[in-house]
């Protein structure tokens, strides 16, 4: 199973980025019985859950986000997006997609958001 995230890039606080991943090798049934979720890891510090959604669609953020992110999945494509809203350069890290479940924990290689002030 592959997990390949895109999306990231430069923005100015304030603005917005898309953030999606991909899965490949896993079929739709599997991908949708997994949590999925976007983690975080800034330089020098450790990484964080930023959101998650359940396979029932319960969703789940860290109090940082302030209603600013949106988690959603596309099972159909195999595919989780993070819509990020109203950017801080507090957000400024790499990205990580995950899907897990009691018997696997899978990770995207992450793509780096920077947002400059």
């Known amino acids: 199973v592959h997990l390949v995230e895109s999306g990231g890039g430069l923005v100015q606080a304030g603005g917005s980025l898309r953030l999606s991943c991909k899965a490949s090798?896993?079929?739709?049934?599997v991908f949708w019985s997994k949590r999925k979720a976007w983690y975080r890891q800034a330089p020098g510090k450790q990484?964080?859950?930023?959101?998650?959604?359940?396979?029932?669609?319960?969703?789940n953020y860290a109090d940082f986000v302030e209603g600013r992110f949106t988690i959603s999945r596309d099972n159909s494509r195999k595919t989780v997006s993070l819509q990020m809203n109203s950017l801080k350069p507090e957000d400024t890290a790499v990205y990580y997609c995950?899907?897990?479940?009691?018997?696997?924990?899978?990770w995207g290689q992450g793509t780096q958001v920077t947002v400059s002030s």
């Open positions: 090798g896993i079929i739709t049934s």
């Open positions: 990484r964080e859950l930023v959101a998650a959604i359940s396979s029932g669609d319960v969703t």
């Open positions: 995950n899907l897990a479940d009691e018997d696997s924990d899978l």
